[in-house]
């Protein structure tokens, strides 16, 4: 059974750093593309940052470029998402996802694509 558990959330000003954590079980993580989407309360779904190692590629969400940065430990089947500079843009709950890894690499932009989620974590940037 796939399980995505993500910590790190919290209330932090404008200009703060907070840094996510996602601890996957469940399936062979190098195989797996893994990302971090967010929902702000009445917007759709973005897909801010992806990851997979195995070609080493990442997806940056033109909003976040330049300020988060997504991680990878493959000894710890764990993922990260280090956010700075952090705006009230960026309120929102970020959820852990993974798919299996196919090669369409510009596909994982979309939301739909991805299979697996966690149980999301509130990110909060205000003052």
């Not at 493959?74 to 196919?102: F, R, V």
């Not at 979309?110 to 966690?118: A, I, S």
């Amino acid at each position: 059974e796939v399980q995505l558990v993500e910590s790190g959330g919290g209330l932090v000003q404008p200009g703060g750093s907070l840094r996510l954590s996602c601890a996957a079980s469940g399936f062979t993580f190098n195989d797996y593309a893994m990302g971090w989407v967010r929902q702000a309360p009445g917007k759709a779904r973005e897909v801010v940052a992806a990851i997979y190692t195995g070609r080493g590629r990442t997806y940056y969400a033109d909003a976040v470029k330049g300020r988060f940065t997504i991680s990878q430990d493959n000894d710890k089947d764990t993922i990260y998402l280090q956010m700075n500079s952090l705006k009230p843009e960026d309120t929102a709950m970020y959820y852990c996802a993974t798919t299996w890894y196919d090669g369409n690499w510009p596909s994982y932009r979309n939301e739909d694509r991805w299979d697996y989620w966690g149980q999301g974590t509130q990110v909060t940037v205000s003052s």
